[in-house]
């Protein structure tokens, strides 16, 4: 985590498809209001787990180094 921002998530792959992501994800989610990430568009699979962890997509955007499309997701705690 850089301030509200979630740099970086990974999970080894051996290790995926076992909750350690999520459990990660929900430990960071305690200590914040505010959470936002970068997914590229065409990473279906890191997008579908962010979505399914309750992060909407805010904007979409086009990646300035790699030139690819990217989505800006967030998430917010509920009150």
């Given amino acids: 985590m850089v301030d509200n921002y979630?740099?970086?998530?990974f999970v080894a792959s051996n290790f995926?498809?076992?909750g350690y992501?999520?459990?990660?994800l929900d430990h960071v989610k305690?200590?914040?209001d505010y959470i936002e990430l970068k997914v590229f568009?065409?990473?279906?699979?890191?997008?579908n787990f962010y979505s399914n962890n309750e992060f909407?997509?805010?904007q979409e955007l086009?990646?300035?180094d790699?030139?690819?499309?990217?989505?800006?997701?967030?998430w917010r705690a509920e009150k």
């Avoid at 568009?41 to 997008?47: H, P």
């Avoid at 790699?66 to 967030?74: A, G, R």
């Fill in 62 to 64: 086009l990646s300035e």
């Fill in 16 to 18: 995926q498809s076992r």
């Fill in 30 to 32: 305690k200590n914040r």
């Fill in 41 to 47: 568009k065409k990473n279906k699979k890191a997008y």
């Fill in 66 to 74: 790699l030139k690819e499309k990217e989505y800006l997701m967030v």
């Fill in 56 to 58: 909407i997509i805010e």
């Fill in 21 to 24: 992501g999520k459990r990660l």
């Fill in 6 to 9: 979630l740099a970086a998530l």
